[in-house]
């Protein structure tokens, strides 16, 4: 049931997961800006995040005269004044290196004359790592090194020197450490995600699949092949606080390289053992921000459905496909096995949107030419308004007609901590014919919740409150097949959302309590207990699973202040020769509302004897895993 929500928000993909340091690295930037509902615009600012050493010897320009990829046309010219003239990049807070480990650095470069281009990462003014590339007269060509560190380094500056004065056009600075997984993602955070041991991984989002505009939408052709020829695309989290929070920060300049694009998370599908979910955009911009679709008479609107067909050819199709072909030239000839498809985010329905009758078409046209790929619809941003009963009644309605419509129904729910507690039997009395996924869920505390820099969100209690919810998620998986919190990821000091399940700076990352609750669960899965009495009211709740080796776990999770008992003698175990393994996920009593430091909240574990009873202290989690 438990798998992964990936999107591209609090710069989750570059700037994160994307192992790439430089910021802006093809000089595409562009500052984004919005004057309320449906009005955007951009600006271009190729220099975002790039300077001279010292501005009276180095001058930095942007030209697109004869670029190196007319898809990314923008490139710097340098001109070096005086020897040793320089320049820097901002890469977001700046470059964390570790002691011992290697980097990999390439750029491309077309030099006037023949010149030594010196790239080092700077502690104040002292070289950490550096390198002379001999940089020959003449077009286009990358320029290669790996380079070690032999020190641990925070917030140090990337810096390109010039040998002697000239002039050096430069494109595609990279740096990425050399254990990146895959040599694409950065290794702390995919081995977070990877130890969840997902069964899923929805991507690219939520609203960036739809756009603050069309334009702005995430375009998945575009961000497969070779990676120069992926045109930068600003991002629709690039506008959400603008209206909230008047200075210019970091989000105006928030864009999509897509160095990681759809290729790469088949990829990363592979890499965690999961089945992807990637999810289409139906010719809705996103609702929240505007009114902006195409209408369905429209011609254009028959492309978007062609990139729904052309994506499960990318995915699944032979090497002889065209889009298979692609996928095979890209060195992956064997299928990445894509089972489902999301059609639209979540979409609601209104005069404007249409959005049932996309659904439809959409539904028809993917069946038509792939009757097994399992659609997945929406219910709408919520579970409790008119948006989310219509969606429901929409989706009925057709599935008597056709059961094939929707595999599962995607639910969105950002909600409180008594709405989740209180809520344990929410989907108890659901009719069992639809399947659900609870695609985006998180609990929000009301006074503390931002949703801007706020880690402080992610308390103890709200993650408690989660795995209160999830016991009943877990007693009703026969209709709950998939469950995902969100967000997944935030760099400090550049979210758009909070909470999120793991936060990170350049040099490391922690996970939330909301994160262990999610892979206690995750990693503790089996076939729900039938016979298994629950505890679900009040504020003690329990569910139990028949793991695949035969284990029985229990989970229980208590958010009251007094200790409860779980009674084991129902579950008919035979004592004699049990081991018993027991976890739990309990905070102090000053870390329970806010926690001062991550490493305060993490599993312990335990091998107990077992007995009929089971203590479960306030405000805690355990699992009980009964061999
Ligand atoms: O998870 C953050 C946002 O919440 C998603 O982009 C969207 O689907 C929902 O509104």
Redesign the pocket.
């Known amino acids: 049931m438990i798998g992964i929500?990936f999107?591209d928000?609090n710069y989750g993909l570059d700037g994160g997961l994307n192992a790439q340091l430089i910021e802006n690295r093809n000089f595409e930037t562009l500052k984004c800006d919005s004057e309320g509902f449906g009005q955007f615009s951009t600006e271009f600012d190729g220099l975002y995040g790039w300077k001279a050493l010292d501005d009276k010897i180095g001058v930095l320009t942007i030209s697109d005269d004869k670029p190196l990829t007319v898809k990314n046309p923008h490139y710097l010219v340098f001109e070096a004044k005086a020897s040793g003239a320089g320049f820097s990049n901002k890469a977001y807070d700046g470059i964390y290196l570790k002691k011992n480990a290697k980097y990999d650095i390439s750029f491309y470069a077309k030099a006037e004359e023949d010149n030594t281009v010196t790239v080092a990462v700077l502690d104040g003014d002292k070289a950490v790592i550096c390198h002379d590339f001999d940089v020959k007269k003449g077009d286009w060509t990358e320029y290669k090194a790996s380079l070690t560190s032999d020190t641990d380094l925070s917030k140090g500056t990337f810096a390109v020197c010039l040998k002697d004065s000239g002039c050096i056009s430069f494109d595609f600075f990279s740096m990425k450490p050399a254990d990146s997984v895959l040599g694409l993602f950065r290794k702390d955070l995919a081995e977070l995600l990877r130890d969840l041991k997902p069964e899923f991984l929805r991507f690219p989002?939520?609203?960036?699949v739809e756009g603050s505009t069309l334009e702005s939408r995430y375009w998945w052709k575009r961000t497969v092949g070779p990676v120069i020829d992926r045109p930068y695309n600003w991002s629709r989290w690039a506008v959400h606080t603008s209206w909230l929070e008047p200075e210019v920060g970091p989000y105006h300049y928030y864009g999509q390289t897509y160095e990681i694009g759809f290729y790469e998370y088949f990829l990363l599908c592979e890499y965690l053992g999961c089945k992807p979910l990637p999810v289409v955009g139906v010719g809705l911009a996103c609702q929240?921000q505007t009114l902006e679709k195409v209408d369905l008479d429209d011609p254009v609107f028959e492309e978007y459905i062609q990139d729904a067909l052309d994506l499960i050819e990318f995915a699944n199709g032979s090497v002889d496909t065209v889009w298979g072909g692609l996928r095979a030239s890209m060195g992956h000839p064997q299928p990445f096995n894509m089972e489902m498809i999301g059609v639209g985010?979540?979409q609601w329905e209104d005069e404007n949107s249409q959005f049932f009758e996309r659904y439809r078409i959409f539904e028809k046209r993917i069946h038509d030419v792939y009757p097994e790929m399992k659609c997945i619809g929406t219910a709408g941003?919520d579970v409790s308004s008119d948006k989310y009963t219509r969606a429901w009644e929409f989706i009925r309605e057709e599935s008597a007609k056709n059961s094939n419509f929707v595999y599962a129904v995607d639910e969105?729910y950002?909600v409180n901590p008594d709405w989740l507690i209180s809520n344990n039997h929410f989907y108890d009395d659901y009719s069992r014919d639809i399947k659900v996924f609870a695609g985006?869920y998180a609990c929000h505390l009301p006074d503390s919740c931002g949703r801007f820099n706020r880690e402080d969100s992610n308390t103890f209690y709200a993650a408690l409150a989660e795995a209160a919810f999830v016991t009943g998620l877990e007693r009703n998986s026969d209709l709950v097949v998939m469950a995902s919190y969100?967000?997944l990821l935030s760099r400090i000091g550049y979210s758009q959302?909070s909470p999120n399940m793991i936060w990170f700076d350049g040099g490391s990352s922690y996970a939330t309590p909301s994160y262990h609750v999610q892979k206690l669960f995750s990693i503790n899965k089996g076939e729900y207990i039938k016979e298994y009495k629950p505890l679900n009211e009040g504020t003690f709740f329990t569910s139990a699973v028949k793991a695949a080796d035969g284990s029985v776990i229990l989970k229980a999770v208590n958010v009251g202040d007094k200790e409860e008992t779980i009674d084991l003698t129902g579950l008919n175990l035979v004592a004699d020769d049990r081991k018993v393994k027991v976890t739990v996920l309990a905070a102090g009593k000053d870390d329970v509302n806010s926690i001062s430091s991550p490493d305060k909240v993490s599993p312990v574990e335990s091998e107990v004897e077992f007995k009929d009873a089971v203590k479960v202290a306030p405000l805690s989690l355990k699992v009980i895993v009964i061999k």
């Open positions: 929500f999107e928000i989002g939520g609203c960036v929240f985010n979540e941003p969105h950002y985006e969100a967000p959302w």
